[in-house]
């Protein structure tokens, strides 16, 4: 069965290091996203993009950033981490059109110390 | 003003009870609406779109305000299984998806 995961599920990292997050769809989606969710914020979107070789900022990409070669795979990276990064991610993709639904990833669980 | 915004709750109803939310959008641009349900931090599911005439699954109920932009969820004959957060998604019609998610709100139904 088509699937979208995420990789790893938890994850625990120092102030300053690059972190990267793996999301991979089987779908054969055209967009991608990530979001981040905090308590009391929601979902908020970071990243996203249209297809190969496209990437957008979201309302929250300062600090992260992605990049897209290829259909199934989304990687967000956190170039220096920061404590206020520590945050749920999630990794999701729809087929293109604004009328589909999304498909979410499980989850990643960042804690950065 | 967030572009989507729902009362947080928590909602604490019976079960059986009928229990409503609301979410307000502000872009009158907004083409295309969700209910999606979320579990204890897992990941959102879609629930069901929002049509502009309404529609209806089992025992939900989704309604769609174009003028007072904003849209609704009917629960009916809640479940210990509904307890859950319900997020409003808003997307304004661009050819690829982007969309909006409401905070969600909070819903517990208790035996």
């Known amino acids: 069965d088509a699937e979208i995961t995420q990789s790893p599920r938890h994850k625990i990292t120092e102030t300053g290091r690059q972190v990267t997050l793996a999301c991979h769809q089987t779908w054969n989606h055209n967009n991608m996203f990530w979001y981040r969710q905090d308590l009391g914020h929601g979902l908020r979107l970071i990243h996203y993009?249209?297809?190969?070789?496209?990437?957008n900022k979201g309302e929250v990409s300062d600090g992260y950033s992605v990049s897209r070669s290829n259909t199934e795979d989304l990687p967000l990276t956190l170039e220096s981490a920061a404590s206020s990064q520590t945050s749920v991610y999630f990794c999701a993709s729809s087929v293109g059109l604004a009328e589909i639904e999304q498909f979410f990833g499980p989850g990643t669980r960042l804690t950065v110390l | 003003r967030k572009e989507v915004e729902q009362d947080p709750g928590p909602f604490n109803v019976p079960e059986g009870a009928t229990v409503a939310f609301n979410c307000t959008y502000s872009?009158?641009?907004?083409?295309?609406f969700f209910w999606y349900r979320q579990d204890c931090r897992k990941e959102p599911k879609l629930l069901m779109s929002?049509?502009?005439s309404g529609n209806e699954d089992g025992r939900f109920t989704a309604q769609l305000n174009r003028a007072s932009q904003y849209i609704s969820l009917l629960i009916r004959d809640s479940k210990l299984s509904d307890s859950a957060t319900y997020l409003c998604v808003v997307n304004i019609g661009t050819n690829a998806g982007k969309s909006t998610f409401g905070d969600g709100t909070t819903l517990t139904v208790k035996p």
């Open positions: 929002v049509y502009s």
């Open positions: 993009s249209y297809g190969v070789q496209d990437t």
């Open positions: 872009n009158s641009a907004s083409q295309s």
